[in-house]
C-alpha cells in the first residue's frame, strides 16, 4: 500500500535580486520559502535510510540556487521555477508545494509581505 507524507522545510531565508522595478534588482529584499514535499517514506521510516527518503539538505541546496541563482520579476516565477526543478531532481517526489514570500514588498503602503503559493504533482 502506498503511502502519503511529507517532508517540510520551513522557512528558509534568503537575500535576492527580484521584482518588477529596477530598485529591487539593484537593492535586493529578503525572501522566505517554504517547501511541502509529497512522498512515500514509509522505507525510510521502517530502514532509516537517507537513501529510502528525500535528502532535504540537497533540496535546501537547489531551493537556494534557483532563488539566487536568477533574476525573476515575479515570486509567482520563482516559486515555479523552485518547484519544477525538485520534480525534476528527486523522482521519488509525488508532489511539491513551494511557498515564496517577499517581505515589505512595494505596494505602496504598510505590508507584512507579498506570497506566491504553487503545487505540482505527478
Known sequence: MK???YVRLMNA????HHGVYQAEHQVGA???VDAELA???SEAGATDKLA???DYEKVYAKIKEALTGKKFYL???????IADELMRDFQALDSVRIRV?????????VCD?????YVVER
Open 3 to 5: 503511502q502519503k507524507s
Open 13 to 16: 531565508v534568503f537575500y535576492a
Open 30 to 32: 529578503r525572501y522566505e
Open 39 to 41: 512522498l512515500d517514506f
Open 52 to 54: 529510502k527518503t528525500v
Open 75 to 81: 515570486i509567482e516565477a520563482v516559486a515555479k521555477a
Open 101 to 109: 514570500r517577499k517581505r515589505n514588498p512595494p505596494v505602496g503602503g
Open 113 to 117: 509581505y507579498v506570497e506566491a503559493d
